[in-house]
């Protein structure tokens, strides 16, 4: 066998956890990692005093950053607002455009908001069993818009790389906020300037 093939693996998924094993890579953001991605920036200082909250957790077993490879990740975004805005992920380009990712809802209710460079927007619900493609070129931000935790699995290319800077200096073209109850979409008013 050539050195540079990998032996093949298995991982066990906790669907009610999203918790991988083993993992070799787990991520805690909180809102203090996210800055200025809030609309409410009242809202957001208001909540960085009174704790920090940790806003979501993602679990990943990486492999090689080569094509070829896949890497499988689980996030669970914890129930909550800032503001009338919902918990959300910071959301991201992938650093290689042309790359694809598929998730798989497993708890809760959430939201993918998706947009291009160009301006195109769409928003998909995710529940349990909900499985959704995002297509090369386009951000994607997950968004938990229920009373408990919404966690999802995916996949994608271990060589797609991440590009969040784009996303914290323009937003996303919509926000999705709580207007009587209900999670609604409403235009981005800082969206394609700096926060």
């Keep these: 066998m050539p050195m540079n093939h990998m032996q093949p693996f298995s991982l066990e998924l906790d669907f009610q956890t999203g918790i991988i094993r083993p993992c070799n ?32 957790q993602v679990h990943q077993y990486d492999v090689p950053n080569e094509n070829g490879h896949l890497l499988v990740v689980t996030s669970t975004i914890h129930a909550g607002k800032i503001g009338d805005e919902y918990h959300m992920t910071k959301g991201h380009y992938h650093a290689r455009r042309d790359t694809a990712e598929v998730y798989v809802g497993l708890q809760g209710q959430g939201y993918l908001l998706l947009c291009t460079e160009e301006g195109g927007f769409e928003s998909m619900p995710v529940v349990p069993g909900t499985i959704t493609y995002i297509p090369p070129y386009w951000a994607h931000r997950t968004v938990n818009v229920g009373s408990e935790d919404f966690i999802f699995f995916g996949v994608y290319p271990a060589d797609a790389g991440h590009d969040y800077g784009t996303i914290e200096s323009e937003g996303f073209p919509m926000l999705l906020v709580q207007r009587d109850g209900v999670p609604t979409l409403v235009p981005n008013p800082t969206y394609g300037r700096p926060a």
């Excluded at 890579?25 to 960085?48: F, T, V, W």
Aim: no cysteine.
């Design 25 to 56: 890579n787990y991520i805690e953001r909180r809102l203090s990692d996210m800055p200025g991605m809030y609309a409410d920036h009242e809202a957001e200082q208001k909540a960085l005093q009174g704790g920090d909250p940790v806003i979501y």
